[in-house]
């Protein structure tokens, strides 16, 4: 009976040394963290800059700096949580601000380390700032052109759009200012907004969107607005068919030119809300008189309408036989 509990014993005994092994390894790893953490460490990080407000009638030739790398030192724990919050809040620079006093030919520098201001408020933890590069941002000024550029929207609607439904996309301005030197401008007519995703999207929907700057423009150009407005509108399509009469362009002085039929049926569709301005006032049928040069028969009608969303979708008679009389 001894000899068993020996042996019990002596089989237990390996499993907690073991088990001691290891609350002597978790000791050691926290000990090792503790004083890790306690210690300070220098790391360089990059703040993202921000240049906004470019001044009117001056361009900054030289390209500034996306980032400001500044060189820290702080404890390991603070090092850590900067780590994890991964990113770092973006500094603002308002050009005009900053280069108000300044003609169009001088140049400006700013001190880096005094804009960045409270290095610990921007991290959100306590550093000491060792260096930072570039220590000071210039602005170069050179001669400035400008140029109106006409904006393009990039809407992408998530929406089964039948048929019979119209999709219309105004951009508010249309155009807007653009500064640069006189070879950049030649390069650029028209600019994109950043691209506007809209899922389930019902009748109108009024929304701000940011112009999009190539990569390769940003510095370079001055834009007199940063948004635009999108007024992003679907409305149902309606039909009208509308009897019109026929009218004769380019005839000569002293002539007179009859069109059989006299009169054409236009049928048309616009969207809903613009039906009550179909009528003879905002659609014209004609002929162009210039077609009997050619010893046709029957000339070409041609339809065209004031409203500008709408569609013409038949013509009847398309062409029709015309009478030439001297007066």
């Not at 003609?103 to 290095?119: D, K, W």
């Not at 362009?249 to 006299?262: D, G, I, R």
């Not at 009169?263 to 004609?286: E, G, H, M, R």
Request: proline content about 5%.
């Amino acid at each position: 009976m001894q000899n068993k509990d020996v042996s019990s014993i002596k089989r237990k005994y390996p499993t907690r040394r073991i088990f001691s092994f290891f609350i002597c390894l978790l000791i050691s790893a926290f000990l090792w963290l503790i004083s890790a953490l306690n210690r300070s460490y220098t790391r360089t990080v990059a703040i993202p800059v921000k240049f906004v407000n470019y001044p009117v009638g001056k361009r900054i030739v030289n390209k500034l700096p996306p980032y400001i790398m500044a060189d820290i030192k702080t404890s390991g724990a603070k090092l850590l949580m900067l780590l994890v919050k991964k990113s770092i809040a973006e500094i603002t620079i308002d050009v005009s601000a900053v280069t108000s006093k300044k003609s169009l030919s001088g140049n400006t520098a700013i001190n880096t380390v005094a804009f960045i201001g409270n290095l610990s408020k921007l991290l959100n933890t306590d550093v000491d700032l060792i260096k930072v590069k570039p220590d000071s941002i210039h602005f170069i000024f050179g001669k400035t052109f400008t140029k109106k550029v006409f904006i393009k929207p990039q809407v992408q609607i998530n929406y089964n759009i039948p048929q019979g439904i119209f999709k219309r996309i105004k951009v508010i301005p249309q155009y807007i200012t653009i500064s640069s030197d006189s070879a950049t401008l030649a390069k650029i007519d028209t600019l994109y907004t950043e691209k506007l995703v809209l899922n389930n999207l019902n009748q109108k929907v009024e929304q701000q969107t940011d112009i999009q700057l190539p990569e390769e423009l940003d510095g370079l150009v001055a834009l007199s607005a940063q948004k635009v407005t999108l007024q992003i509108n679907l409305d149902e399509y309606a039909q009208k068919t509308i009897q019109l009469p026929v009218q004769v362009l380019n005839a000569p002085v002293n002539t007179s030119v009859k069109t059989f039929p006299a009169t054409v049926n236009v049928t048309i569709t616009v969207p809903y809300n613009l039906f009550d301005s179909l009528n003879a006032s905002t659609i014209k049928a004609f002929v162009d008189f210039k077609q009997t040069v050619n010893q046709k028969e029957k000339l070409t009608v041609t339809v065209s309408s004031s409203i500008i969303d709408s569609k013409i979708t038949q013509i009847s008679p398309q062409k029709v036989e015309f009478v030439i009389r001297k007066q």
